[in-house]
């Protein structure tokens, strides 16, 4: 036995170096293999969305700024120049995050009540908190509320920012529920611009079940152009054209009535007759907006003022609400109807 002794030690040592070097291979194939399964982050993009979140820098940024990372999501940022002062890290956070930042004012004012050198005021000091926390200055201006005019709009301009507003509103200021907010985001066309808040779990507990709708319709989150406000690849490309001209086939007559006037904004419902499938081309006026849309399926022209509605199921009456920008007079046309 004591003969055997040295050889059985040494096949001992042998087997432990031949399971070490094994459990070694097993680890590094565990690796490759988990690298291999993480989606591609080069999915198909057949169009860009912009998703926005406004009035941060908040307590819950860090929250917002995780589920964005988890999901994939690189968002525009509309902060508050109040916000961002008190709590540079966090500014400095959604740039680190991948995020674009913009201006949405010093402390949320409605800046059509006040003056052109209060505005003037106002912007620069938010530009230049913002360009003093993260380093660059912003290129893109959304007013509070929605709320505008020309005066605002020039003021916007001179300091170098291009005001956006939205084609799509979650509600998740108006206390809308997770499915809800889901529901309004799947609205969305490529282009297009939608209005979130930074600080609302309901908004941040959507993001996921949003991103998986987009995914599905090959849409993917991207960057504002500052030179047309539409929604663009995230390097600042231009996708396609996201309004395609409408089906051949017969005609039928589209019917439109303001419905609803606010201060700054009013309702449209359009009547088809004469075809159960259509599509509708309608034009708005500059500055105006159109911020919601219902009953139908809509894109949009480079221009963001020509609209293509298609009938979604959903019958032959649809809607949409349009901000005013300063431009109250103006109501929207319709250009086309066409059957099939």
Known sequence: MSRLFPRTALWSRRLRAALAVLATAVAMCGVVLA????????????????????DGPTG????????LRANGVRATMFNVGQNVQNNRSAAQAQVSAGMWVANHSWNHAHMTSVSQAQMQS??????????????SRPALFRPPYGETNSTLQSVASSLGMRQVLWDVDSQDWN?????QIVANASRLQAGQVILMHDGIQNTRDAIPQIMANLTSRNLCPGMISPSTGRAVAPDGTT????????PSGG??????????????????SVTVSGASTWTVVVAITSPQRISTVWNGTATWDSSGTVMTMRSNGSGNTFGFTTMTNGNSSARPQIRSCTSG
């Open 60 to 67: 819950s940024t860090s929250a917002l700024l995780n589920v």
């Open 251 to 268: 005609t039928c007559t589209a019917t439109a009535a303001t419905t609803n006037v606010w201060g700054d904004r009013y309702n449209t």
């Open 175 to 179: 206390g809308a529920s997770v499915s």
């Open 35 to 54: 690298a291999t399964s993480t989606p591609s982050s080069a999915a198909t993009c057949n169009g860009y969305v912009g998703l926005t979140f406004d």
């Open 122 to 135: 106002d912007l620069s000091q938010t530009s230049s908190a913002i360009q003093s926390a993260t380093g």
């Open 239 to 246: 996708p396609p054209p996201t309004t395609t001209p409408p």
